[in-house]
């Protein structure tokens, strides 16, 4: 008899870091093939460390997105979230290290001490290769590696899904043997008032400038699921948006309630086609003073 060929399964934790806007919530979005982190052109949209999963038949990729790192801190809010990419490095089994292929090379970026610390097997994203010439990605490949010690670099345009082929396969050559941690059809491990509190903030940083989108934290107040007298499946949802000053709420609001609405319009659309239901929006827009500086609103955000 023919022996079976015994498949080796492999599992682990691919932690992606970089500085903020260098496309790697785009990256993780694409690799997963779902839509975990929010994106826009702006830099530090992401401000949690976010989970995406990925299940093959013969492995599971634990993708983590965190935010960029900020080089200079000028709040608590930053400095946590500097922590969440610092802790990266101590739990990856691989690490991706995204850098934007049109930033500035620079000595003393602090993403070098960071990548200096981490023990697992590194990979260099050059990201969004389409904007500049061959002379330019090796250029910047070779700088990175005479710096870093990395096991593979791959040129991608993570927008446009150029190069995202080879990402996958390079991964799996280093990811270790294992049991998977979680089951084949979950794709997060988030709950959804977390991805729902994502978009209305996506929102806010589309709509809004200026300081507004930096000054605005999001959180779901209630979260229901129900039905309408006719039967039809619901979810209704309070949300807060907190501002720190009188005057960021009233740009918030807009005249006569404009700004808001449009908000909420646009929110409930993107909620809708994210849980697959009708859902009842509710925006409320309250001043907390200096929360980005306040531990104890931090925590309550889950920044701490």
Partial sequence: MDKVEQVIFRSGFVNII??????????????VGERMSIITHKPQTTRHR???ILTGSDFQMVFSDTPGYVKTPSYRMHNAMNRFVEGTVEDADVMLFVFDLTEELEDDNPVIEVLKKA??????????????NPQRLDDVGNWWRKRISFSEAIAVSAQKGTGISEVLPAILRYLPEGAP????DQLTDRPERF????IIREKIFILYSDEIPYSCEV???SYHETQTNDGTPIARIHASIFVMRETQKAII?????VSIKKLGTQARMDIERFVQTKVFLELTVKVKDNWRDDDKALNRMGYL
Avoid at 18 to 31: D, I, Q, V
């Fill in 18 to 31: 970089g500085r903020p806007n260098a496309g790697k919530s785009t990256l993780m979005n694409a690799l």
């Fill in 50 to 52: 976010i989970i995406g």
């Fill in 119 to 132: 023990t697992s097997p590194m990979l260099l994203i050059l990201n969004k290769m389409d904007l500049v």
């Fill in 181 to 184: 941690f979680y089951p084949a």
């Fill in 195 to 198: 991805f729902v509190s994502e």
């Fill in 219 to 221: 959180q779901i107040e």
């Fill in 253 to 257: 609001l807009g005249k006569n309630g």
